[in-house]
């Protein structure tokens, strides 16, 4: 391959990696939210501890994402700095705000919410979680504007051979902005029940004695499958007419048609298997141990299906970055080389597969020891120098 195409591959090798973490982060933050304000509402042990298993999976996977996340950022001045000087103004507006608004408020809700357990208030500590999806969809709606910049051009104006922004409102309401974000928090979703469909059906499968736990799981996450199911698939067919109107050629695209078939097809079977297999049958699911192996095998389809549907956005415009201004030709860094994009892609590659590795490793064992071993929101034990000390008669 030449050095375009390498670097092309570059991006979309870690992008898709890192969007693995995204969309699972999507998914699993309103659920444990909801989880918790059970807890809140009626004190039951039994939501209490839902909320700290499925809520230790979501920070693992959260932790492991922010450093796959740091990678894309270094690919931006390393090899897309045509991109960065032609349209940074506008292109980097809402990156900006994303991580200094965004990001940085999800951390510190989260971190409250972490170390929270038995010291905040509770209805304080319930809030801090709900901040944490609202700030995680917030981030989710400014990579999405950047993103739909690239797909349509709104509210910017070439001005003295660079992209000057004249409408932030357009920015804001770009027609492939409206109809993908819904797309994307309807991905996550679907990740998420599956997710937890298939956590608690394997450990159904083991005859788990947390069988009363993982029943009650095993139906959240059919139900957070199903709603994800019709927002995803829903807003996936709106957007046809939006792409069409402005990517007319998108899906002719080498690549673009066999990613768009795989995203349909599975996209199709299992909105189907949802709809008039696992709902009308979400009473008995769980006792029926023949249906667990398929659940678990079921659990990786909507990440397949996530990053299908990316590479379709992303590869439909080609050979535009940025749709009828910057080609991917003139986005790339000069003085690239072959070699040097080669050792980046192998080292983003091993870094990225490693911590999708790690990740996997660690919500598999968190999955496999149960409820009983959660380390967050343990009661800490308490320091010997800080009991008071006894009275002597």
């Not at 104006?157 to 992209?163: F, Q």
């Not at 679907?190 to 947390?210: C, I, K, N, P």
Request: one cysteine or more; a positive charge; hydrophobic letters at 55%.
């Amino acid at each position: 391959m030449d050095v375009l195409d390498l670097a092309r591959t570059q991006f979309a090798v870690t992008g898709s990696l890192h969007f693995l973490f995204v969309v699972l982060t999507l998914g699993l933050a309103p659920l444990v939210a909801i989880m918790h304000t059970r807890h809140a509402v009626t004190g039951r042990p039994a939501h209490e501890r839902a909320t700290r298993f499925w809520g230790q999976i979501y920070v693992t996977n959260y932790a492991l994402g922010i450093f796959t996340g740091l990678v894309m950022e270094f690919q931006f001045g390393l090899s897309w700095s045509g991109l960065s000087e032609y349209a940074g103004d506008v292109f980097g507006a809402p990156l900006a705000i994303e991580t200094l608004g965004a990001f940085f408020l999800e951390s510190t809700f989260l971190g409250l919410w972490i170390f929270g357990w038995h010291r905040l208030p509770r209805w304080l500590h319930l809030a801090c979680i709900w901040l944490v999806t609202l700030t995680a969809y917030a981030s989710a709606f400014w990579i999405m504007v950047a993103n739909s910049f690239l797909q349509n051009p709104a509210g910017a104006v070439e001005r003295n051979g660079r992209l000057a922004l004249t409408d932030f409102g357009a920015l804001l309401t770009n027609p492939t902005l409206t109809m993908a974000l819904p797309h994307v928090i309807g991905a996550g979703l679907w990740a998420g029940g599956f997710t937890v469909m298939g956590a608690s059906a394997y450990q159904l499968f083991r005859r788990t004695s947390e069988r009363e736990f993982f029943t009650s799981s095993l139906r959240a996450g059919v139900l957070a499958a199903f709603a994800g199911s019709l927002i995803t698939v829903g807003f996936g067919y709106a957007q046809f007419g939006v792409v069409s109107a402005f990517q007319p050629d998108k899906f002719a695209q080498p690549l673009a048609g066999p990613g768009l078939g795989i995203m349909i097809g599975i996209g199709q079977l299992l909105q189907l298997l949802i709809m008039f297999v696992l709902m009308p049958v979400l009473y008995w699911l769980p006792r029926w141990r023949w249906a667990q192996p398929i659940l678990m095998f079921l659990t990786p389809m909507p990440f397949v299906a996530a990053i299908s549907g990316w590479l379709v956005r992303e590869n439909g415009r080609q050979p535009w970055l940025i749709n009828g201004r910057l080609t991917v030709a003139d986005a790339m860094s000069p003085g690239l080389t072959s070699g040097m994009v080669t050792a980046s892609l192998i080292g983003f590659a091993g870094v990225l597969g490693l911590l999708a590795i790690v990740d996997y490793l660690l919500i598999a064992r968190t999955v496999r020891r149960g409820p009983a071993t959660v380390a967050l929101g343990a009661d800490a034990p308490v320091d010997p120098a800080e009991r008071a000390p006894a009275l002597s008669l």
